[in-house]
C-alpha cells in the first residue's frame, strides 16, 4: 500500500539551467533522511503525479516554456517498504531577457537609476523569472518610496525582442506626487507612554517621506524590547481625507511648510504640491502590541572549552519609565564567573543616541592567569542608520591577575615577571584601571549567528590614563574584518583580525597582564587549544605579547537538511613587541567540521590540525606532543 512506502531517494536527470535545490522545496514528494532517527517520508502517488505538474510549473515561471518531463522511474525494493524515484526532465531552450529597462524614474538621482538597473534580480542575458521580474518591479517601487513618493504604480511590459525567442522588459513607473510626513497617531499601548513611541521614530512632521527611514523606526521600537508586534505604516485613506476628515492644525502646517520647502527647490517641485500642498502630506500610524517587562532565563550548556556552564539572567523592561532597562547576569563556568549589572537608556539626547551604564564583579580564569574584575563602563553610542555604530566608553575598574603556578615556579621568568609589574615571590599584579575608549562598526551581514551574505568592520582604540588614581598607561588598537560570500548553497567565510598593545614608556608594567594577546582555541587558531600560541618562556610557556594578527577562511556547504560540513584554514600568530606584526612567522591549522543549526545558532564541531607546531611549547608542564584540538560549542568560529 502507497501509505506504507517510504521514500528511499529521489534523483532528477535533465536539471542543468534550473537550480535543483529550489526545484525539491516546491515537491511535495521528499526522500527519507539516510540518518537512523531522521524523519520517514511516505509516498503517496497521487502527490507524485501532482509533483510532475508542479515541475511544468516550476520551469514555466523561470522562462523555459518547453520543459517537461519526458519519463519517470519507480523502483520498489524486495520488502516492497521503499522506492526509489528518478525523474528524466527536458528543459528545453529558455525565453532569454534581451533588455531589461526601466521607465519614469526619472525622479530618482541618477546613482539610483543605476543602481537600480545593476541590483535587479532580472539580468539581461538571463532567462525570464516571473518571480525576478516580481522582485525587481518591487525593488523599483520602493526605491521610490524612498525618495518621497509613497504610493507609486509600477507595471511590466513584454514585448518581443527581434525575430527570437528573446524579449525586451520594460519596468514602467508613474511616481504620482512626492510626499511628506504629517503628524503620527499611536495604538495599542498600555504601560507604555505614547511620547514613548513617537519619540523614538526616525521622522517628524514636514520631512520628506522615506521608506528606510520608516522601516529602520520600526526596528528601534522593537530593539527596545517593549513590544511583541510593531508596526509603522501611512493610515489608509477612509473617505477621501487621509486622516479620516481629523487633519489638524500642526498636520496642516507641517503640509504647508513642506511646500513652501519644496517651491524652495526649482524643478523638484510639483504642480500638484504648489496647488495644494495639504494633499501631499502622508499621516502615519503606530500600532504596538506590548510584550511582559519582566524576563527570567536560564540556561545550562557544555563546551569543550568551558565544559559545564550555567548562567541566569534578569530583566526589567521600561525600568522607571521611559523604556529604560535593568538587569542582572550572573554565571559560572570553569572559564569565567561573576555577576554583572546594567542600566540601558535608548534615547539619550535624540533617538538615535543611547547610554548604558554597567558594573560588574567578575573573574576569567585563563591557562596561563586568572584576573578578578571589580567596576564598570559608561556608554555612549550613536547610530546613523541601520548598519554603522560609533560609541565612546568610560572604563574604571580595579584588576587583580595573577599567573599560573607554572609560570611562577620557572626562574627564567623572575625578571620578565618584574619587567611585567608581577610580584616575582605571588605572581600577583593589581591596579585600577581608568580608559576611555572609541569604536566604529559597521556591517552588512544578513544574520548575526549564521552569517551567509554581507561583511562587518570594527575598529577599536583605547586608551589608558594614569588620572585620578590610574596605575596603567597604554594605547590598544583592535581592527576586526569579516566578510560572507554566498556561492549557490555554499558559504565562503574569511576573517582578518589585528591588534596592537603600546605601553607608556616601553614599560610591560603599564598594561595589566590580562590585556596581553594570546591565540588558539575553538574561535581562533584551532589546531591547538585556547590561549597555547603566544610568545615563550625561556622553559616553553606562553606569556603573551603586544601584537597580535589572525585570519580565516572557511568553506560552508550543506550536507542534509540543517547538517553543515566545514573546512578551514586558520593563519596567525602574536609577537612580544608592540607593531610588531610579521607576516612570514605566521602559525598555521586547518581541519575539518560540522555545524547543525538550531534556533540558538549552529551546534559547532571542529576539528584543528597544526601544519608547524611551536617548538618547544609547554602544555600543563609538559613538552606538546599532540598536533590536533577537537572543539566543540555553540555558534559560528566568526
Do not use: C
Amino acid at each position: 500500500k502507497s501509505n506504507e512506502i517510504t521514500v528511499r531517494r529521489l534523483a532528477f536527470t535533465g536539471v542543468e539551467q534550473a537550480d535543483e535545490s529550489q526545484l525539491r522545496s516546491v515537491l511535495a514528494t521528499r526522500a527519507s533522511s539516510r540518518l537512523p532517527w531522521g524523519r520517514k517520508e511516505r509516498f503517496d502517488r497521487g502527490e507524485f503525479e501532482a509533483d510532475l505538474q508542479r515541475i511544468r510549473a516550476f520551469y514555466v515561471d523561470r522562462g523555459f516554456p518547453d520543459a517537461r518531463v519526458t519519463s519517470f522511474d519507480i523502483n520498489l525494493n524486495e520488502a516492497g517498504d521503499r522506492v526509489s524515484l528518478a525523474i528524466h526532465i527536458s528543459e528545453g531552450q529558455p525565453i532569454r531577457v534581451a533588455e531589461l529597462r526601466f521607465v519614469g524614474f526619472d525622479a530618482l538621482p541618477e546613482d539610483q537609476r543605476r543602481a537600480l538597473q545593476r541590483r535587479a534580480p532580472l539580468k539581461q542575458g538571463q532567462p525570464f523569472d516571473r518571480a525576478a521580474l516580481a522582485t525587481s518591479r518591487e525593488a523599483a517601487a520602493n526605491a521610490l518610496r524612498d525618495h518621497g513618493f509613497p504610493y507609486p504604480e509600477i507595471t511590466a511590459h513584454r514585448e518581443p525582442a527581434g525575430s527570437g525567442r528573446d524579449v525586451v522588459i520594460s519596468i514602467v513607473a508613474r511616481p504620482g506626487s512626492q510626499a511628506y510626513f504629517a503628524g503620527t497617531t499611536v495604538e495599542g499601548t498600555k504601560s507604555v507612554g505614547d511620547e514613548v513611541v513617537l519619540r523614538s521614530l526616525l521622522f517628524k512632521p514636514g520631512d520628506l517621506y522615506r521608506l528606510s527611514v520608516l522601516r529602520e523606526s520600526q526596528r528601534k521600537l522593537y530593539a527596545l524590547e517593549l513590544f511583541e508586534f510593531v508596526n509603522v505604516a501611512p493610515v489608509q485613506d477612509a473617505a477621501g481625507d487621509a486622516n479620516g476628515g481629523a487633519r489638524t492644525d500642526g498636520v496642516r502646517a507641517a503640509a504647508e511648510k513642506a511646500g513652501r520647502d519644496g517651491q524652495g527647490e526649482g524643478d523638484q517641485q510639483t504642480d500638484a504640491q504648489a496647488e495644494d500642498p495639504v494633499s501631499q502630506v502622508v499621516p502615519m500610524k503606530v500600532t504596538v502590541t506590548e510584550a511582559k517587562h519582566r524576563r527570567v532565563r536560564f540556561s545550562v550548556g557544555y563546551g569543550t572549552e568551558e565544559n559545564g556552564r550555567a548562567e541566569v539572567q534578569y530583566r526589567q523592561l521600561n525600568f522607571l519609565g521611559g523604556a529604560r532597562s535593568a538587569g542582572v547576569h550572573a554565571k559560572w563556568s570553569s572559564l569565567e564567573r561573576g555577576v554583572r549589572a546594567d542600566l540601558r537608556a535608548p534615547y539619550f539626547f535624540g533617538p538615535r543616541w543611547s547610554a548604558s551604564l554597567d558594573g560588574q564583579r567578575w573573574t576569567a580564569v585563563e591557562p596561563m592567569y586568572r584576573a578578578n574584575t571589580a567596576g564598570g563602563n559608561l556608554t555612549v553610542a550613536y547610530q546613523p542608520g541601520s548598519l554603522n555604530t560609533f560609541s565612546i566608553t568610560g572604563t574604571s575598574i580595579f584588576q587583580s591577575s595573577r599567573i599560573a603556578n607554572e609560570a611562577l615556579s620557572d626562574l627564567s621568568l623572575r625578571d620578565e615577571l618584574i619587567a611585567l609589574g608581577l610580584d616575582p615571590r605571588t605572581g600577583v599584579q593589581d591596579g585600577l584601571l581608568n580608559a576611555l575608549s572609541f569604536d566604529a562598526q559597521r556591517s552588512t551581514a544578513d544574520n548575526p549567528l549564521n552569517a551567509t551574505r554581507g561583511y562587518s568592520a570594527l575598529v577599536h582604540v583605547e586608551r589608558a590614563v594614569g588620572v585620578l588614581g590610574g596605575d596603567y598607561r597604554y594605547w590598544n588598537l583592535t581592527l576586526d574584518l569579516r566578510h560572507y560570500l554566498k556561492l549557490g548553497s555554499v558559504v565562503v567565510a574569511t576573517r582578518g583580525r589585528s591588534g596592537m598593545l603600546s605601553p607608556a614608556q616601553g614599560l610591560g608594567a603599564n598594561i595589566p597582564f590580562a590585556k596581553r594577546y594570546f591565540l588558539g582555541g575553538s574561535t581562533s587558531l584551532r589546531g591547538w587549544g585556547r590561549y597555547e600560541v603566544s610568545p615563550l618562556s625561556g622553559s616553553g610557556l606562553p606569556i603573551g605579547g603586544f601584537s597580535m594578527f589572525e585570519g580565516s577562511v572557511e568553506i560552508r556547504t550543506p550536507l542534509y537538511g540543517k547538517l553543515t560540513a566545514v573546512g578551514f584554514l586558520d593563519a596567525g600568530n602574536v609577537w612580544a613587541g608592540s607593531w610588531d606584526v610579521n607576516l612570514n612567522d605566521l602559525r598555521y591549522s586547518v581541519g575539518p567540521g560540522l555545524r547543525y543549526q538550531t534556533p540558538i545558532g549552529p551546534i559547532r564541531f571542529d576539528f584543528g590540525y597544526q601544519l608547524n607546531p611551536i617548538p618547544g611549547l609547554l602544555i600543563e608542564g609538559k613538552p606538546e606532543t599532540r598536533r590536533w584540538r577537537v572543539h566543540f560549542s555553540i555558534g559560528q568560529a566568526f
